[in-house]
């Protein structure tokens, strides 16, 4: 005598409570899911931190090459004593020499008056995590003013 089968019906619920207990390999597709997007957010925290910091280096150095531009004194004019103006030709020479020397770019404005100096500087920054983004250009501004302080 043949064992009898068990109907149709009760061998799918048989098969389907055991594949409900059965969780075997849930968590693969739950990291295949998840990683992605948990390197995606990693990609962007460090290329986003990277660029702001970019971006700080560049207004460093705009300031810094302001600074130098704004030491470059018309002497000429100041001892005599007719004005302490800025030389145009100096402080662009020294602002074009400071920025080379920190491997940027910029440009330097003189004022008409002497008195206050402009600098535009403009850098790369390559991503380290998404390199789709291929170089990603970051600009500093700064500018300095030629301050005459008397004894008082």
Do not use: C
Not at 73 to 84: E, H, M, S, T, Y
Not at 97 to 106: K, S, V
Not at 107 to 135: C, E, F, H, K
Request: no cysteine; glycine share 8%; proline share 5%.
């Amino acid at each position: 005598m043949t064992p009898a089968r068990p109907s149709p019906v009760r061998a799918l619920v048989s098969r389907s409570r055991h594949s409900r207990r059965d969780d075997t390999g849930s968590i693969t597709l739950y990291w295949l899911l998840l990683a992605p997007v948990l390197f995606g957010l990693l990609a962007l925290v460090v290329d986003g931190t990277g660029l702001d910091r970019a971006r700080a280096h560049a207004e460093d150095l705009a300031a810094e090459a302001a600074r130098s531009a704004g030491q470059q004194i018309d002497l000429a004019q100041a001892i005599p004593g007719q004005a302490i103006v800025i030389d145009p030709d100096a402080a662009q020479q020294a602002a074009k020499a400071f920025l080379a020397q920190a491997g940027a770019h910029g440009t330097v404005n003189v004022s008409a008056d002497g008195t206050r100096i402009t600098v535009d500087v403009t850098d790369t920054y390559a991503p380290q995590m998404i390199p789709a983004l291929n170089g990603v250009s970051v600009t500093g501004h700064s500018s300095a003013a030629l301050i005459r302080q008397l004894e008082g």
